[in-house]
């Protein structure tokens, strides 16, 4: 998934994006409030990662002008301030959730995937179509009893078509969610690879990737789930 990440303090910041790129996850990060807000504009993301305390404009003032415009991608805040009136604050202007500095980086994972988790209303970590099964705590894969060996850029591709059955991503989109701003940007032949390799591991399996011609490919399920 892509996420968002306002952090300025940078040995934080370098460790969130470690972090959570290991496990396969895009991120992309800023270390200044405004221009964190113009990103926001021109950007959708899964999940924001926001600190408090930020130069240009704080985190406080990103999220209310994100809620003003409607927006509904879960936010979690990161804050060395542990006053209850803080945490309090944060939420009542639209935080999903809130983190005290300094934190245990499983934790932040766990609640990462959980605001996730909610937001495509699921209530575990598993997500599964057809008989294909995605841990996404263990980041693995099984087709039916077979343990399946993925590359983390293909865990998140394949987590990307199933997190939505039947929805067409494009060669854009999935370009974005899986390689982000910061990769060298790689072309559409790169997405095709990666498809041809994913059909290929899950060969067998009761769900497949289709293409769409002239838009991209869909996830489709079929037989007994």
Known sequence: MRIFLVEDTRDVGEAIVEHFARIGHVVDWETDGDAAAGTLDDTMYDLIILDVMLPGRSGFSILQRLRAVGSTTPVLMLTARSEVEDRVGALDIGADDYLVKPFDFRELEARARALLRRRHGEATNLLECG???????????????????????????????????????????????????????????????????????????????????????????????
């Open 131 to 225: 008989d294909i099964c995605i841990d996404r705590s263990a980041r693995a894969v099984r087709v039916g009893q077979r343990e399946v060996h993925l590359t983390r850029r293909e865990v998140t591709l394949l987590e990307i078509l199933a997190s939505r059955p039947g929805r067409v991503f494009s060669k854009e989109d999935l370009l974005d969610q899986v390689f982000g701003f910061d990769e060298e940007a790689p072309s559409f032949n790169a997405v095709e690879l990666y498809i041809g390799r994913l059909r290929k591991k899950l060969h067998g399996a009761q769900a497949e990737i289709v293409t769409v011609r002239g838009f991209g490919y869909q996830m489709v399920p079929y037989g007994p789930t």
